[in-house]
């Protein structure tokens, strides 16, 4: 498989070389290579089977249109875009073209939601408040991250709940804490998922581009993460 990797940041190496590792040949395009999408051409995007993005909030939406409207496959890991996910769609189904996308690529952080979900339906009625914290390095741009956001949602479609308070922190150079709290006025409940590294979030968005490979459509990393 033939592989662009848009974003040379430290998950964009790191894909890059996740996706060597497991064979495929890979071409990386940074921020100064691509400026405002130029760089996305019909004839340059047919050369790759699959793109993979992790460059900017900013950035994405213009990769997004420029890759889409060839009718080629994207896996994006870039957050803070979804406002636009409905016209992205919209693409994909217009050119049928392929496109996976999730807050995380972290197979543990999908098991999380999971788990997240289940604690939620079981303390529903039971008396429980729930709150989100999260942990980032500096650098990253959305906050709270898109994770947190997904990982509220998930508590209020399952308990009901009207808000899901996070909390966002910007320390360093963590690569990434989530932790969900349930608290009653007779104990607690902590749900918790650490990165040590950047590199779940590669392997998973580099395993979803070969699962979209062969197929066409718009997809949630969250759908489709046990498929592969």
């Known amino acids: 498989m033939r592989v662009l990797v848009l974003g040379h940041g430290k998950t964009g190496k790191l894909v890059a070389e996740v996706a060597a590792e497991r064979g495929h040949g890979v071409h990386v395009l940074d921020a100064k290579e691509n400026a405002n999408a ?53 693409m994909v189904e217009r050119r049928q073209a392929g496109l996976v996308y999730g807050t995380n690529f972290s197979i543990g952080v999908q098991v999380m939601l999971q788990m997240a979900k289940k604690m939620g339906e079981l303390l529903k009625n039971a008396g429980y408040t729930f709150e989100v914290e999260e942990t980032h390095h500096v650098t990253k741009l959305d906050s709270p991250s898109g994770t947190a956001l997904t990982l509220a949602q998930v508590v209020k479609s399952a308990t009901g709940v009207a808000d899901v308070p996070i909390k966002a922190n910007r320390l360093g150079d963590a690569a990434g804490l989530h932790v969900l709290e349930a608290k009653s006025k007779a104990d607690k409940l902590i749900l918790t998922h ?30 489709i993460y046990t498929q592969m």
């Open 38 to 90: 130029a760089a996305l051409t019909h004839p340059f995007v047919a050369g790759f089977d699959v793109v993979i993005d992790f460059t900017t909030p900013e950035a994405v939406v213009q990769n997004m249109r420029a890759v889409l409207a060839t009718g080629a496959k994207m896996v994006v890991g870039t957050t803070g875009w979804y406002d636009k996910l409905d016209k992205a769609r919209e």
């Open 194 to 223: 650490e990165a040590h590294s950047r590199r779940g979030f590669a392997e998973g968005a580099v395993r979803a581009a070969e699962w979209l490979s062969t197929r066409t459509g718009c997809y949630d990393f969250q759908d």
